[in-house]
């Protein structure tokens, strides 16, 4: 949905697709403003009466003229001392009229801020709370810059559209309504030629507002290209800096940047030429009124009188001045329809599908029967109905078993190919291969980040399909390569591992893997603040921390995702030890490019290309002769 060119934007569907496309946009976007309908209703009475307020100020320049103005002026010519009470009076009634209209526009355009901000803030939580329930897969495939996009343009783009363009579209029409009357009740001939202006300034409205519609849509693409583009070379600097790519980068984000200004550009010429071409039309149309409406005065046709032409000589402005508001706003409505089609792509993701049934719950052991209980005993059991409507209670002890599994990110390219893996309670598993030989691919299976497309994933006896994915992942603990630790102090990146987990349960975790003496040697220790990814950290302080917060949920199965590669030899040592500690009693899955951390392990997998060239233990394997032997004795080299 987020990369340019996958699906058709709004510039590609001008003819019927693309204009159901829009309405189904807009009658999206209106089911947000529904709790909103006493603002609505408010606003929409502040905009009426504001709209009848400009009329009633414009036929007042008739009134002046015709009932105060002229007789004063004839009264002075006769001799009759001239009396301005009711003139004073008329003026005052109006400035009283004036200042409700002004009350109304401002109390309209306020609710209308709250609204929008009040609808802004639905949709970024209606689209990180279904961000949350995409699958791995979205986030692998969709540039985060794009991705963030989605969350500041495109909803600020709504923000206007909402608290500005909405107002002005319904203010518009309602102004130009009651002129119409107006206009047809003051002289109809000048009406008609005032229609016919307004169609030409509208055809002209038309060519130019769908010339810079389409490339305000290709802009707002640019600009998710150009935002995903800067992330990425943020968040890998220092491998920009290490290769000397800075001209390579700078180059590419010109190539950008430059389809975002050309795009941009080509939007804004348009946009910008429509509103001194409407406004020219309009002055034409104000001088052509102007004579023919003081033509029909001195001829006497029509009945028009001199405040007659000047009163439709302003209301002439307040007719064609919406429609050119209207106007102009159009840029800015394709591209908040843009942005909202962008924001309902995201929402529209499939969200991870699951299907399972069984879940994990904690329970009591009562003379050896298994009862399920609300407190937290620390010990689990897969509650696992059936169809007949029994319950069955299994204890969760850690057996994770592959049977032949064949699995490819793409149907049409197998990355895993029959591949059977036991791992009983306790036991420790390690793989090993080149990058590439599918080795973190399995323990996304295990945790169901992605799906196999053949073969079974046993968890203590129980099909993985059937086990509610949030529950499956609580039974397993993850230590990736790639630590991520979150904007908060020690203790809550370590509590993130169990969110219930008291701060003593947070220090017992980081001693148990040996990091609370590294801890309590940071500024503040378990109270520092930690941001940016904890940038002020060693990667061996980030990865025990990391270690910690599997600790603190005490799982019974663990992952460890090549977890010392990016580590010195001494730090090594130390993480190793804590990931000794917490291996301890728990099915481990160790994922290793260094083969002298997985020695000890009960059986060790040789992966090769997706398939499971060796398995057995280090004596086994080394017995053997075979690929593990000559990767231990360096004969061959992991790549």
């Known amino acids: 949905m987020m990369h340019g060119g996958r699906r058709p934007g709004p510039h590609t569907g001008m003819g019927a697709k693309g204009k159901k496309a829009d309405r189904k946009t807009i009658v999206r976007l ?54 301005y009470t009711n003139m004073v009076l008329a003026i005052i009634r109006m400035a009283c009229i004036y200042l409700i209209g002004l009350l109304c526009t401002f109390g309209y355009n306020r609710l209308m801020v709250t609204v929008a901000q009040g609808v802004q803030k639905k949709m970024r939580d209606g689209m990180f ?21 989605c969350y500041t343009n495109d909803t600020d ?44 300034t509208m055809w002209v409205a038309k060519i130019i507002g769908g010339k810079s519609g389409k490339f305000f849509v290709q802009q707002q693409k640019s600009l998710g290209d150009v935002n995903g583009y800067i992330e990425e070379m943020m968040n ?81 402005r307040s007719f064609t001045q919406p429609i050119s508001q209207v106007s102009s706003q159009m840029s800015s409505i394709i591209m908040a329809l843009a942005g909202a089609e962008r924001i309902f792509a995201l929402m529209d993701e499939p969200s991870e599908k699951d299907e399972g049934y069984v879940t994990l719950v ?12 609300a407190e937290r005993t620390g010990l689990w059991a897969w509650k696992h109905p059936h169809k007949d409507g029994t319950l069955t209670y299994t204890p969760l002890a850690g057996d994770v078993r592959l049977v032949d599994v064949d699995f490819g990110y793409t149907p049409d390219k197998t990355v895993l190919h029959d591949v059977s893996v036991y791992a009983e309670p306790g036991q420790k598993v390690a793989f090993v291969g080149a990058t590439g030989a599918g080795k973190t691919t399995i323990t996304n299976l295990i945790n169901r980040f992605y799906d196999i497309a053949d073969g079974k994933i046993r968890y ?45 349960e947070c220090i017992a975790a980081a001693k148990l893997v040996d990091a609370d003496g590294l801890i309590r040697m940071l500024p503040n220790g378990y109270q ?84 499971i060239k060796e398995k057995g233990s280090h004596e086994k394997l080394i017995a053997q002769k075979g690929q593990y032997y000559r990767l231990y004795t360096g004969a061959f080299e992991l790549e």
């Open 30 to 83: 209106l089911s947000y403003m529904k709790e909103y309908k006493l603002h609505l209703i408010l606003v929409a009475l502040g905009i009426i009466i504001s709209a009848v307020t400009g009329v009633i100020g414009s036929t007042f320049i008739k009134t002046m003229i015709d009932t105060y103005i002229d007789p004063l002026l004839d009264g002075v010519k006769n001799g009759i001392a001239p009396d």
């Open 460 to 504: 203590d006896g129980i099909n993985i399909n059937k086990i509610r994915k949030p529950d499956l992942r609580r039974s397993l603990g993850v230590v990736l390569q790639d630590v991520n630790l979150f904007t908060g102090t020690v203790m809550e990146n370590i509590r993130y591992g169990r969110l219930d987990a008291t701060d003593e």
């Open 362 to 373: 904690n329970v009591k052991n009562e003379n050896g029967t298994l009862t399920e209980t």
């Open 236 to 316: 890998g600097q220092k491998v920009v800096k290490v290769f000397c790519h800075e001209d390579v980068c700078r180059k590419e984000f010109d190539e950008k940047n430059d389809e975002l200004c050309r795009n941009a550009t080509k939007a804004n010429v348009f946009a910008n030429m429509l509103m001194p071409i409407m406004g020219n039309l309009g002055h034409l149309q104000y001088v052509l009124l102007a004579i023919i409406g003081g033509s029909m005065v001195l001829g006497g046709v029509g009945g028009l009188t001199l405040g007659g032409v000047a009163a439709f000589l302003q209301l002439s």
């Open 528 to 611: 520092t603040m930690l941001s940016g990814d904890g940038s002020g950290l060693s990667q061996g302080q980030r990865q025990l921390l990391s270690i910690a917060r599997a600790a603190v949920a005490d799982p019974p199965v663990m992952i460890l995702d090549e977890a010392t590669s990016s580590i010195d030899t001494r730090t090594e040592a130390i993480v190793q030890r804590g990931m000794d500690n917490l291996m301890k009693g728990r099915t481990v899955f160790v994922i290793a490019h260094r083969l002298s951390t997985v020695q000890n392990a009960d059986v060790i997998m040789v992966l090769d290309h997706g398939h």
């Open 157 to 200: 783009t709504l923000r206007q559209l909402i608290s500005q363009s909405v107002p002005q579209l319904f203010s518009s029409a309602v102004t130009v309504i009651s002129v119409f009357i107006t206009m047809c009740i003051t002289n109809i001939w000048m009406t008609l030629i005032v229609l016919l202006m307004t169609a030409g």
């Open 129 to 149: 709370e279904h961000m949350q329930t995409l699958p791995i897969k979205y986030f692998d495939t969709h540039a985060h810059g794009d991705v963030m996009s």
